[in-house]
């Protein structure tokens, strides 16, 4: 029974499941709807048991882009939305250091850490050199 039940829960796990972040209870999977700018996103989260949030704006945490009307602006929405739209996308989210009521930041969007494929993408656009390290 038990190599059945092993079985069972082998082959009902997706074929990406190797990739998801251990963020523990805070990792969520999204399908992301559009890029705002280099540094925020909209999505839909899946929080589980066929229950969505739609629309949310994340920030991802730890990283600056480019404002509107400064070079590499338009280079930084580009490069994240070619690298994350259409593919298998999680998060984990943070919590404000200052605020532990709520895991958003100053313009109430929820911060998180973006994967792909088990790829960090806020480290990942440091390391393009279109975002700075930040923190808020």
């Known amino acids: 029974m038990r190599k059945l039940l092993t079985l069972f829960l082998f082959a009902s796990m997706p074929a990406h499941a190797d990739t998801v972040p251990d963020c523990g209870l805070y990792t969520y999977r999204v399908e992301v709807q559009r890029v705002i700018d280099g540094d925020t996103i909209v999505a839909n989260i ?39 739209q259409g593919q298998p996308v999680y998060i984990c989210t943070h919590k404000m250091k200052r605020s532990d009521a709520e895991a958003t930041g100053s313009f109430g969007r929820y911060l998180a850490t973006v994967y792909v494929n088990g790829e960090d993408i806020n480290q990942w656009l440091v390391g393009q050199g279109l975002a700075v390290v930040f923190r808020e």
């Open 46 to 84: 899946d929080l589980g048991f066929d229950t969505w949030l739609h629309n949310e704006h994340l920030r991802l945490y730890g990283i600056n882009t480019p404002e509107r009307g400064q070079p590499g602006y338009q280079e930084a929405i580009d490069v994240l939305t070619s690298r994350i």
